[in-house]
């Protein structure tokens, strides 16, 4: 069963509850990004394993690493692990978690936009194989989820960008998220709200048996734009969720999603295949049959039918490829 408390707190708040566990061991697993955020005593701590590149360390090296360190500092079993970073920080320390010493408390700070909507949260802990991306994970939440917004004040603009693009993902599930996206309002309420659903989801479906796959909406060509296009992660999604509309000729669903996309500021023309000279269609439909999300030779789509109300269609990836190669949508 999934539970994770959230909560939400200014960088004051937070230091002052990160203050009690100055006297014991705080162990934690930290990007380097955030070094600067943090009190002095968190920074000297010798009992913190930094991250350079969360993402190229998001691996079993890392993770051996990491073990062999928390065991030298004097980990136990009921020792907690604190993670403070986006989602690459954030799956690695919850993997972590998952199996030290078959499995201990972890503790979520995230500190991107992606990373408090919706990698935090959930329990999807894993790392990347040269094989290809979280192909070795673990359900475990973690049982705390410290959202602090004020870490957004150092995040790049295409890291905004990236989280944005699940916001828009977001407004498509929700009633709520979509007025909140629609009437612009503070970044701050949509975080909330957005974190508030996908914890109801999770907390209804942990395994992902049933509702937990509408979360997936716009990842089936996200997932493959990704890598082709070489952009982060929630600007293919909400790419991924444009094209699919379009191939399924969604027309009322994609004014939908350009209201939503103008509202969020999101860079249009970059959601665009003909705006870009390097796009291989061989290529992304090599990323796109290689999603693990495959279920034998069939594709399961999410789609949606109006604001909060998702459906899934199985197509056969054959007609599913061949749909895409026929389409003047990929064509520029
Ligand atoms: N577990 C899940 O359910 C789930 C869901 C979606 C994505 N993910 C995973 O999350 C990762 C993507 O998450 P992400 O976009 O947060 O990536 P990330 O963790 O790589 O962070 C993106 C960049 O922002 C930097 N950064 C982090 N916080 C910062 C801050 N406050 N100020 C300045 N820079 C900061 C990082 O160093 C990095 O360069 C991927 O590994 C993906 O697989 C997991």
């Not at 673990?138 to 989280?163: R, Y």
């Not at 982060?232 to 379009?246: E, I």
Request: hydrophobic share 40%; glycine share 6%; aromatic share 10%.
């Amino acid at each position: 069963m999934y539970k994770s408390k959230i909560t939400y707190l200014k960088k004051l708040e937070l230091f002052k509850e990160l203050d009690d566990h100055q006297e014991g061991k705080f162990f934690a697993i930290i990007d380097q990004k955030v070094k600067n955020h943090l009190p002095q005593w968190i920074q000297f701590s010798p009992h913190v394993l930094w991250l350079k590149n969360p993402e190229e360390e998001k691996n079993l090296d890392t993770y051996k690493r990491a073990v062999d360190f928390f065991i030298s500092q004097g980990v136990q079993r009921d020792s907690v692990i604190y993670a403070f970073g986006g989602g690459a920080t954030t799956d690695l320390a919850g993997f972590i978690a998952s199996t030290l010493m078959r499995g201990i408390d972890w503790v979520a700070v995230p500190t991107t936009l992606l990373a408090m909507v919706d990698a935090s949260l959930g329990g999807k802990v894993g790392v990347n194989l040269e094989a290809g991306k979280n192909l070795i994970g673990a359900f475990h939440a973690p049982s705390s989820v410290l959202v602090c917004t004020d870490f957004l004040n150092s995040l790049s603009e295409k890291e905004i960008l990236s989280g944005k693009g699940e916001l828009l993902k977001y407004g498509f599930l929700s009633r709520e998220i979509f007025e909140l996206i629609q009437k612009k309002a503070p970044l701050e309420d949509i975080i909330l709200e957005s974190a508030k659903f996908k914890t109801r989801v999770v907390e209804h479906d942990f395994k992902e048996k049933g509702e937990r796959i509408f979360l997936n909406l716009g990842h089936t060509l996200g997932h493959a734009f990704e890598p082709t296009l070489k952009m982060p992660h929630g600007l293919a999604v909400a790419m991924g969720m444009k094209y699919l509309f379009r191939l399924m000729n969604q027309t009322h669903i994609l004014e939908t999603w350009n209201l939503l996309a103008k509202s969020l500021a999101l860079p249009l023309e970059k959601l665009e295949i003909a705006n870009y000279d390097n796009f291989d269609m061989k290529t992304f439909l090599s990323y796109l049959e290689n999603d693990k999300k495959k279920v034998k030779s069939s594709i399961r789509l999410v789609l949606v039918k109006d604001i909060g109300a998702c459906y899934i269609e199985e197509v056969s990836m054959k007609d599913f490829i061949q749909k895409i190669q026929t389409s003047h949508e990929f064509r520029y």
